[in-house]
């Protein structure tokens, strides 16, 4: 099965990565060809099925200055030259997954690959939470190129021939599956977790994410001395390094993200589908960051509001270190009762109820 997937921070991949690990579980005979630019050490932590990584950019999303401001213009312009039929890049696609034999094709919001597939004749799979042509939406009185680049995209993602829809998803449609959060499974209990930070079996632990784009933390230096709670921070580094009571990883570290959240009595940082899901099924709280201007935030910050203890901060709180001063009030409250439900057996349920005989 080919699985083509946006690099738009580390979101996506981790949703397929959830999905892909369930359905080889049921199918040990599956084989998973993934296309995508997001990195391979990613889907090598996260997926015990076999998989090949095959280099391609599934599409632009949008270019990033930081993890919170988005640049238009040059989104716009990646666009065209994605979008532009004489590249070819959608026949060269569809002739490499030719190639490797697949019989099904996973999306997660990649119109490239679903466009591929009909050339193949090959049954292709939509899985979002939101689609590009509707995040294009919101900015298009900013660059109107969005808006027109956002409805090619959105005629190729309308002829999926399965269309799943992860919760919270940004617009409904009653013609798609809709599930709850999808979310990769945590490996290691909370305490094993806080044994490979170093820090007490029953210290509190607040965990800061960025999602998967690089982002300067400068706001530590009370953290590092602070009275209740010790500190990780994925991606504040390039090496696991301590200071005082925060303990910064590299992206890529011994400790899985997910077993992070779930370990964290706290969650402090931006809004992303993944970091939301895994929130979700931790039951863990949040002090989250919005983009104003991101259509896709909104729908995250009421989710995060109805289903977990949270604040929201702004990018000045989390930049000069004045969100801890909500941390302790976050620390002081419970987690919410009973055991939440991962969507993604649902997911890949469906898909192999559907086409299982396909892949045989």
């Not at 070819?88 to 919001?109: F, N, P, S, V």
């Not at 409805?151 to 013609?175: I, K």
């Not at 890529?252 to 077993?259: A, R």
């Amino acid at each position: 099965m080919a699985a083509v997937v946006s690099a738009h921070g580390f979101g996506h991949a981790a949703r397929a990565c959830a999905v892909i690990e369930v359905m080889a579980e049921r199918r040990p005979d599956l084989r998973f060809e993934i296309f995508t630019t997001a990195p391979r050490w990613f889907f090598a932590e996260s997926l015990t099925a076999p998989f090949s990584l095959h280099r391609f950019t599934a599409d632009v999303g949008l270019v990033q200055r930081t993890p919170l401001e988005e640049d238009l213009n040059a989104t716009a312009d990646r666009l065209d030259r994605l979008l532009d039929p004489e590249r070819g890049r959608i026949e060269r696609l569809a002739e490499r997954i030719g190639r490797l034999r697949c019989r099904a094709l996973l999306a997660d919001i990649a119109p490239l690959g679903i466009a591929a597939a009909r050339r193949l004749g090959i049954p292709a799979v939509l899985v979002e939470n939101f689609t590009w042509d509707w995040i294009y939406e919101g900015y298009g009185g900013l660059e109107p190129r969005l808006a027109r680049h956002g409805a090619a995209l959105a005629a190729l993602s309308a002829t999926a021939d399965l269309h799943v829809q992860t919760e919270p998803a940004c617009r409904p449609m009653g013609s798609a599956l809709a599930v709850p959060p999808v979310a990769r499974r945590r490996r290691a209990a909370p305490a094993a977790v806080r044994r490979s930070l170093g820090i007490p079996d029953q210290a509190r632990l607040v965990v800061l994410t960025m999602g998967g784009v690089g982002w300067t933390y400068r706001g530590l230096a009370s953290a590092e001395r602070h009275r209740r709670a010790w500190f990780a921070v994925p991606g504040g580094a390039e090496r696991p390094r301590r200071r005082g009571r925060v303990v910064l990883l590299p992206f890529h570290s011994q400790l899985f993200h997910p077993d992070l959240v779930q370990a964290a009595d706290v969650v402090v940082g931006k809004l992303g589908y993944s970091t939301v899901a895994e929130v979700y099924q931790a039951r863990s709280a949040m002090a989250f960051i919005s983009r104003p201007r991101f259509r896709e935030s909104a729908v995250l910050a009421e989710f995060v509001r109805r289903t977990a203890p949270s604040i929201e901060i702004t990018e000045a709180d989390f930049d000069d270190g004045s969100w801890l001063d909500v941390i302790d009030g976050l620390l002081d409250r419970e987690r919410p009762d009973g055991a939440r439900v991962n969507g993604a057996p649902a997911a890949a349920a469906a898909i192999l109820d559907r086409f299982g005989e396909v892949l045989r």
